[in-house]
């Protein structure tokens, strides 16, 4: 079964094409050392829980949407191969500085994932 390293982020709803446009170059990166899919997916229907939600969970404030993404591997060995060449990779220097993100990376949530059931 396949790996997966997901995130969930808030992003200024006015930085979300900047966003989108560093999110696509990454995911070039990612894709050309390995990655099988890399999405990024913008809320459309995530509304705040009693207790959690989206919106919560990375303390999102008025002018802000979540943005829920994903990059799927074969396997964990293969992520851990992967984002070693990715993080080693001279394109990713200037998105690897919090300074030039179009977001809040404190409020960033991300983890590692091993896939437990597929349904086709």
């Given amino acids: 079964m396949s790996y997966v390293d997901g995130f969930v ?3 200024p709803e006015g930085k979300l ?46 002018g802000e949407t979540v943005i829920f993404s994903w990059i ?19 394109r990713m220097a200037d998105m690897m500085d919090p300074a030039n993100h179009p977001f809040d990376g404190k409020r960033m949530i991300w983890g590692g994932f091993r896939e437990v059931l597929r349904l086709p």
């Fill in 9 to 11: 982020l808030p992003v």
């Fill in 17 to 62: 094409e900047p966003y989108l446009d560093m999110a696509r170059r990454a995911g070039e990166v990612w894709r050309e050392h390995g990655a099988l899919e890399y999405v990024e997916c913008v809320a459309d229907d995530v509304k705040p829980g009693e207790h959690t939600s989206f919106p919560q969970s990375v303390k999102l404030e008025p």
């Fill in 72 to 90: 799927l591997y074969a396997s964990r060995e293969e992520r851990d191969r992967i984002n070693a060449k990715v993080m080693e990779d001279p």
